[in-house]
């Protein structure tokens, strides 16, 4: 069983001040699971993610990929940060961003060659911009700047992608495109996390949910755990959402 | 000032000077679009402020005015001073403008007692001190420009060695930190040569007006272009170009310092990229402004002409003016502007479209519903 597990997360606790943001969190994530990560504002959901990754120093805890430290398995882990959280009036053009996800592989100093330019023209059409590559950033639309970041991650080709809130701003058509490249992914085998807002659209997009507010309340595959009991501790009230079946 | 370039072949301090200031001017133009995009425009103030007590206690400890080890002095406090902004914002909830300003004032107060402290030693050696205040080109030596030059190349080559990792830090330091680089190290060597930077500027251009120096060259580059590289290019070549310029301004004019002549050569090509950028510029964004907004107002008043019409079996049957003056957008303008074009034909107190604006009209629909569809 432990070999088929692409997360153990044990005892991870984090606080930015004397107020833990995130308490006690114990996870295990399946591979090849579309999950995602529900709770209320400030319930430590893009928290829990920056921790995982190592940009956020836990107070305690351990997080496994594939059984081994994280810190050793960074290649096999993608990263898409929120739209917000750049400056996207960058002087750089969506292929040199999308570029930026082969850096990994490459190491210091080592410029990318060939491949790694091939790498980012493939992740660039994947999310369907490659016509939109030598466009200045801040030209782009929401959407397109969310699709740039996600090829970026497609282009680190990892086996664990986190992602932060990639519906976020984005049009209906945009969200529809961005959904079906992450099935995508899931029917290649990879695992996908994807931290959530829209409660509504859990049962059809997602197979598998963890409820958080500071603790872990649940996590499940959506068939079995996203129901009103969970909704409402997590959430607090009594939250009416049409659940499938 | 033609005079000033056969001097820069006869007179040997001013070429010295003109090199210092050129030297200067590319370096910060270049560490200066780091500290642009990096959004820390104000740390280069707080920086060249805080180099102060070290050029003072430099001169107590050594006694000399040696410029290298005066500015070895400025280097330490320099960093002193940087590292305890990053430590206040850390540390604490207060804001970088707070810590910044903090730890400005604190410094330069303490530089200026220092400094005046020094003054009243009895001890002919200490004048000449407070030209670091307001920076002297005339006093930049052969070795000075060496150090400078030696410096520049340096940071020339660690630019480009650390090329990708720095693009990719400045643009998203999260990501850098999943990616498996060392931010904390890349961060260091940045503003480690930003504080070089300034300091090496501190004879020329002096503490209070350093930061203009290294924001502007970066600030007018960014306005011409999209790509990371030519912009830290272009921030070269205006740094350069405005000590060059300043320096021969001041050199033909008695009297006049260097270090602000600078400054305003460097703040001019700020002012004229913002004007006149092509993409970015204010008067072409005006201008292109004004151009749709009446290309659009053309097209609405053809559209609403077309309206009129489209129900007529004669297109080209005349109408009265007047019913178009209650809709917004048309003038007497568009409606003349619209006849030169010859969409539009005007009979006294009357006009009616052509066949020419029937067909234009009704092209502007079928584009219109396709935009929408």
Known sequence: MSSNLAVKIDDLTVAYNYKPVLWDIDLEIPEGVLMAIVGPNGAGKSTLIKAILGIIKPIAGSVAIYGKPYKKQRSLVAYVPQKGSVDWDFPTTAFDVVLMGTYGSLGWIKRPGQKQKKQALEALEQVGMLAFKNRQISQLSGGQQQRVFLARALAQNASIYFMDEPFQGVDATTERAIINILKALREAGKTVIVVHHDLQTVPEYFDWVTFLNV???????????????????????????AVNE | MTEYFSMLFTDYTLRTISLGTAVLGIICGMLGS????????????????????????????????????LLLGALVSGLVGTFWIRGITSKTHLKSDTALGLVLSLFFGFGILLLTFIQKQPNANQAGLDKYLFGQAATLLESDVWLMSIVT??????????????????????????????????????????????????????????????????????????SLG???FLAAVFGAFSGVTGTAISASYDNLSTGPVIVLVASSVVLISFIFSPTRGLLFREIRFLQNRKDLEQDKTLAFMYNIVFNHENITHPHNIRILNNFQGFTKKTLQQLEDKGLVTITGQEWSLTKKGFDTAQNLYTNQSMVNE
């Open chain 1, 215 to 241: 603790k872990k309340i649940a996590t499940g595959t959506v068939k079995n755990i996203f129901n009103d009991d969970n909704l409402t501790k997590t959430y607090g009230i009594n939250y009416k959402v």
């Open chain 2, 34 to 69: 780091f500290a642009v995009l990096r959004k820390q425009s104000l740390l280069g103030d707080a920086i060249s402020h805080a180099a102060l007590p070290g050029i003072a206690i430099a001169f107590l400890i050594t006694g000399t005015k040696d410029s290298t080890i």
């Open chain 2, 153 to 226: 190349g340096i940071s020339l080559i660690v630019l480009l060695v650390f090329w990708k990792e720095f693009k990719i830090m400045l643009f998203d330091a999260e990501y850098t930190k999943t990616l498996g680089f060392n931010t904390n190290f890349i961060d260091i060597l940045i503003t480690f040569f930003i504080v070089v930077a300034i300091v090496l500027g501190l004879q020329t251009v002096g503490v209070v007006l350093m930061s203009a120096m290294l924001l502007a060259p970066a600030a007018a580059a960014r306005q011409w272009t999209n």
């Open chain 2, 230 to 232: 030519i912009m830290i």
